[in-house]
């Protein structure tokens, strides 16, 4: 080659090296790289790119580099069932939650396997499903004398069903069969199972009712949560159950003491279990027949923590509550696993 010719390759080599630099300086730019860094810092040398692999911007690849990190973490973070704004106390203490509620009732011919019921739910359809709750009554009570209680779970985003005995004498036995056949109607033939999730249920009742819904744990592990009120069972031991159970005693109860009832209830719940004893203050084996802001506060953060398996309600579990004017006594398994 002559040496103009010589002259001409190296004027187009040294312009096409100025272009490159020229563009690897406006990419750093837009990419937040220092202008003076140059592309080559960052990739393989050129032998060992494919040519497509060197047309890709550098911002491009970077881009494409940060979402492939963050999007899982942002899908873990994710959290399906999770209902209703950022829980307070003042909240979770006030007389009825974030969702209006409406109620159905059901006569005894509507009812297949228990007495007469009312269903309580959240009045939207545009959340999702809810999880749902069914609740007995106890020793000679209908479900009145939970109603307070069934709504006010209902308005912080679930389905409940409260119901009749199909005698007001049942035991316990007969009423954990009850309240799973309750949560049966409820996901499967009531107007309402389409906003039921079936996979999320729980089951809640007071004295005999109580006794019940430890049973009905013991008998279906399936079930997410379980809140027995001042519980009475003839049967004092339940390493069979795998749900996790909040036990609600009062230190003033005479009907089913806590130191024959509720104690050895939750002491004979494996450790492996997540579980709780919250004893009241002065309170009486009724405590759960009238509107109480402790049995609410702490039956709902323990519904939508093991049903929604909603970690924003820890805080109120975890660490334990201390002992106050309304709670002597407070066992866990904290920290929640």
């Given at each position: ?166 005698s007001i004498f049942d035991q316990p036995s007969s009423r954990a069969t009850q309240l799973l056949s309750a949560l049966d109607y409820l996901t499967r033939s ?148």
């Amino acid at each position: 080659m002559g040496g103009n010719g010589v002259r001409v390759v190296t004027r187009i080599l040294v312009r096409d090296r100025m272009r490159r630099s020229r563009g690897a300086g406006r990419r750093a730019a837009t990419s937040g790289w220092p202008a003076s860094t140059s592309w080559s810092s960052f990739t393989r040398s050129p032998r060992s790119r494919s040519p497509r692999s060197r047309r890709i911007p550098g911002s491009i690849l970077l881009a494409a580099s940060l979402v492939a990190v963050t999007t899982p973490l942002a899908s873990a973070q994710t959290n399906p069932y999770q209902r209703g704004p950022d829980p307070t106390l003042a909240l979770l203490d006030a007389t009825s939650g974030p969702f209006q509620v409406t109620s159905l009732e059901l006569s005894d011919s509507q009812t297949p396997g228990f007495g007469a019921a009312t269903i309580y739910r959240p009045t939207t359809t545009s959340a999702g499903t809810f999880g749902g709750v069914a609740m007995s009554p106890g020793f000679t009570a209908t479900r009145s004398s939970i109603a307070w209680l069934a709504r006010r779970v209902a308005s912080h985003g679930f389905v409940v069903i409260a119901i009749n005995t199909n005698s007001i004498f049942d035991q316990p036995s007969s009423r954990a069969t009850q309240l799973l056949s309750a949560l049966d109607y409820l996901t499967r033939s009531s107007s309402v199972r389409s906003l039921v999730d079936p996979n999320r249920l729980a089951v809640m009742g007071h004295s005999m009712g109580g006794g019940g819904s430890l049973e009905a744990t013991a008998r279906r592990t399936s079930l997410k949560a379980s809140v027995p009120l001042t519980p009475w069972h003839t049967d004092k031991t339940w390493p069979e159950v795998r749900t996790p159970t909040m036990i609600i005693g009062a230190d003033g109860d005479t009907i089913a003491p806590v130191v024959t009832h509720s104690e050895p209830f939750y002491q004979s719940i494996p450790t492996t279990t997540e579980k709780a004893y919250l004893e009241l203050r002065g309170a009486t084996h009724f405590a759960p027949n009238t509107t109480n802001t402790t049995i609410g506060r702490y039956s709902v953060a323990w519904l939508k923590r093991w049903v929604d398996l909603d970690r924003r309600y820890d805080q109120f579990l975890c660490p334990p509550p201390a002992s106050s004017p309304t709670i002597s006594e407070y066992r866990h398994t904290c920290p929640h696993g």
